[in-house]
């Protein structure tokens, strides 16, 4: 059974300062993708990390992924208000199609 | 625009009641997915098509059901409403790498 862990499940956040989000999964998958989430709202794609070793960078985020290590990490650099909502990791199930997701990281931004 | 729509956005129902939520998108993806939200949990997987007259069950299918009769649509449908069921309902479709969210369905059962 595939299953997605995240760490920090909370993470508050001071301004400026930078941050590491974790995501390990435990079968074999070759895709991850990195949703955010804020309250009360639905998911937004933010990242789709396709191969061992990709990398992917908007604004100040940057994810990258792992697959032998089955680790996929969300940096953010220089935190800034605007990024407080929850993220979600998620890895394609073994037929390819489904989304197996973690439990997602609330990250609080504070001055 | 292409897009995903979810209706209705709020439900309130009582236990034992049949309730169908809708999922309607654009986009004329052939892979569509119902997920739960529920706090500490994350989105859980409760059916998902590949196409039409395709259906599967997920994660946490019991208490589900779906039809798939045309590329556009799938129905959720709770056949005796459970307290337990009281959750943020998703659908989604997907062509390829990315899945596309609707904007979800609050439901509530008392």
């Known amino acids: 059974e595939l299953k997605v862990e995240q760490n920090p499940l909370f993470l508050s956040m001071q301004e400026e300062k930078n941050y590491t989000i974790y995501c390990n999964y435990s079968t074999t998958s070759d895709r991850l993708y990195w949703y955010r989430q804020d309250p009360g709202k639905s998911l937004e794609s933010l990242f789709v990390?396709?191969?061992?070793?990709a990398v992917k960078q908007e604004g100040r985020l940057m994810a990258s992924l792992d697959t032998k290590a089955r680790l996929s990490t969300l940096h953010i650099t220089a935190a800034v208000h605007d990024l407080s909502a929850t993220y979600f990791c998620a890895v394609e199930d073994q037929a390819g199609t489904a989304l197996i997701f973690g439990k997602g990281t609330t990250l609080s931004v504070s001055s | 625009d292409a897009e995903i729509t979810q209706s209705p956005r709020h439900k309130i129902t009582e236990t034992g009641r049949q309730v169908t939520l809708a999922c309607h998108q654009t986009w004329n993806h052939n892979n569509m997915f119902w997920y739960r939200q529920d706090l500490g949990h994350g989105l859980r997987l409760i059916h998902y098509?590949?196409?039409?007259?395709?259906?599967n069950k997920g994660e946490v299918s019991d208490g589900y059901s779906v039809s798939r009769s045309n590329t556009e649509d799938l129905p959720l449908t709770l056949e005796s409403a459970a307290s337990s069921q009281t959750s943020v309902y998703f659908c989604a479709s997907s062509e390829g790498n990315e899945q596309f969210f609707g904007p979800g369905t609050r439901l509530t059962v008392l």
């Open positions: 098509s590949y196409g039409v007259q395709d259906t």
């Open positions: 990390l396709l191969s061992n070793g």
